[in-house]
């Protein structure tokens, strides 16, 4: 059994540890204030793409300095508001859509018959977390509204207010569960996509939400929630590759997969956004970004070299 062992360490001896690996830090002031408010761990994350490859002992690449770190930091803070910006979008657009499409079909307290779900669903947690979500202090005013006015109405409240109290990982729960191919084919001509795909991408990218929302780092990160692909890709659809090379070192060639990585997530993103916000900048917005930022590695996010050639991001940056 390996026993934890590393002491708690002050600013300056976190600082004298990176210039023992040959990070360059010119302002020990600039650098103790980041640390105050970037803790040293998190900071840690940003460094390991600067450390020289295949060496026991983190050292950094010549020339690298403190600034490098910190950037690559502030890169990643802002991609995710980025991300963001179109997954309140996504998340938005599929409240609507569930709200809308169960109230026409089966009114507004049609979500309460089981049968309009898939067997496997807990529907009874579902009705356990919206009376949960119902109660308490920290009301929504419409909840309480609906509550003082509809007296003699069901303890739970219609469809249009129920999804207000769900997260996304809910809604989209909520969503992939329903059974009828009325209701699902109904979604289905909003989005432009099969339920079998929707189901994966709205899974994927509320996982997606979560980190964003929670500050975690997403550039150069592997994710567990992989996207599925159309099986009959429309024509623009872009070219993905099974694997893409990192590096080549030593004769040792290292890939990722960019299935994995988030230039996938990306590509689900904007097929979405071309549907519910087809006049959108955010794919131009993403290209700036990137182009602010040169020496990020776009490969460690699983872009290929050519995906600004391809059509898909052609058309949905120059719209």
């Given amino acids: 059994m390996t026993t934890f062992d590393k002491p708690a360490l002050t600013h300056l001896e976190h600082i004298e540890r990176l210039r023992n690996r040959n990070l360059l830090i010119n302002d020990d002031d600039e650098a103790i204030d980041y640390l105050s408010n970037i803790s040293y761990f998190r900071l840690s994350a940003y460094t390991r793409p600067f450390y020289l490859p295949n060496v026991a002992e983190h050292t950094f690449m010549l020339g690298t300095v403190f600034s490098d770190v910190i950037n690559l930091y502030l890169f990643d803070k802002e991609l995710r508001l980025l991300l963001l910006d179109a997954i309140e979008r996504i998340e938005v657009a599929l409240r609507t859509q569930v709200a809308n499409t169960l109230a026409k079909h089966h009114g507004p307290h049609g979500y309460l018959d089981q049968s309009i779900f898939d067997n496997r669903y807990d529907h009874p947690k579902l009705l356990e977390l919206i009376a949960s979500q119902s109660k308490g202090r920290d009301l929504e005013t419409f909840i309480s509204h609906y509550k003082t006015k509809y007296t003699g109405a069901p303890k739970h409240p219609p469809i249009w207010m129920a999804v207000e109290l769900l997260t996304f990982k809910e809604i989209s729960t909520l969503f992939s569960n329903l059974k009828l191919p009325r209701d699902t084919q109904a979604i289905e001509a909003h989005f432009g996509w099969k339920f079998t795909l929707l189901k994966s ?119």
């Fill in 201 to 319: 991408w709205f899974r994927s990218v509320s996982d997606l939400r979560n980190l964003c929302a929670h500050h975690s780092r997403v550039w150069n990160r592997e994710f567990g929630s992989i996207p599925e692909a159309p099986k009959r890709p429309p024509k623009k659809w872009p070219a993905i590759p099974a694997s893409i090379l990192v590096s080549s070192k030593n004769s040792v060639q290292q890939y990722l997969n960019p299935q994995r990585r988030l230039y996938f997530q990306l590509i689900v993103i904007q097929s979405l956004m071309n549907r519910i916000s087809p006049s959108s900048n955010w794919a131009k917005h993403l290209q700036e970004l990137l182009d602010k930022n040169p020496k990020v590695s776009q490969v460690h996010m699983g872009f290929p070299s050519n995906w600004r050639e391809q059509q898909f991001w052609l058309s949905s940056i120059s719209q």
